[in-house]
């Protein structure tokens, strides 16, 4: 089965027939209250002159993580607050790829930014092999969020949206886990933004990238949804992230 990319900053077509585009499917709005106490971390990626936008999180000072595909030069990361519009501007220096990335089939869809200049504050736990090996179960509750489109013929989302899923029909492959939508999820311009799974005491850990969906579930009629697997790419992010490599 071929699956569509969530909507990027670039407009790359679809692979399967244009959906609406909504934002994460009944999310609620982020207040900058609940942001800086569950989600410091989250980054928007907004394309430079384009206005598009991509979800991501900070993993170490200098450090954006996302999807392959809104890996790019062209974009600005905005930091420290749920309102994007409100947030600190920071270049990005560099962007990196999974090497195995495959744009087509949407395998290994990862991706690194590193930024023109550290910013100070809390970074999002990324999961371990052992994290996604336990946490990742059948009708596991997991948290979501994004800076997606909130309704057809709309712009992005200004504030960031969350959600809870409940992973269903859920199956892993080499480099990304799949799961069944049934009232919620991840649509245009959510790409790169978390899946969060806790841990027994509690803590949260980033486990998924959000990469692509399919069905109908931008339309809130249910679909599939596709999330790149952190800890199968962990090897790759310490590879270029000096304080994971510790």
Not at 145 to 160: D, E, I, T
Not at 190 to 199: A, E, K, T, V, Y
Not at 231 to 246: D, K, N, Q, Y
């Amino acid at each position: 089965m071929r699956y569509r990319r969530h909507a990027c900053l670039w407009g790359a077509a679809w692979l399967l027939a244009a959906l609406p585009a909504l934002a994460i499917v009944n999310g609620t709005v982020v207040s900058e209250t609940r942001f800086a106490g569950r989600y410091p971390w989250a980054v928007a990626l907004v394309g430079n002159g384009s206005g598009g936008v991509c979800t991501a999180q900070l993993i170490a000072p200098e450090w954006v993580l996302t999807a392959a595909h809104c890996a790019g030069l062209g974009v600005q990361a905005r930091v420290g607050a749920s309102d994007r519009d409100q947030a600190r501007v920071v270049k990005v220096a560099e962007a990196f790829r999974h090497p195995r990335y495959d744009s087509e089939a949407g395998t290994w869809d990862i991706g690194l930014l590193r930024l023109a200049e550290p910013v100070a504050g809390p970074v999002v736990t990324l999961a371990t092999a052992a994290d996604a090996g336990a946490l990742l179960r059948e009708k596991a509750l997991a948290a979501i969020a994004g800076w997606g489109k909130r309704a057809a013929g709309l712009g992005f989302s200004v504030p960031l949206v969350e959600s809870e899923v409940e992973l269903r029909e859920l199956r892993r492959e080499e480099s990304r886990f799949i799961f069944i939508d049934r009232a919620s999820g991840p649509c245009g311009g959510d790409s790169g933004g978390p899946l969060l799974l806790r841990r027994a005491d509690g803590s949260p850990v980033l486990v998924g990238i959000a990469s692509r969906v399919a069905g109908n579930l931008c339309a809130q009629g249910g679909g599939i949804s596709l999330y790149a697997d952190v800890a199968a790419a962990r090897g790759f992010i310490a590879a270029h992230v000096p304080e994971l490599a510790r």
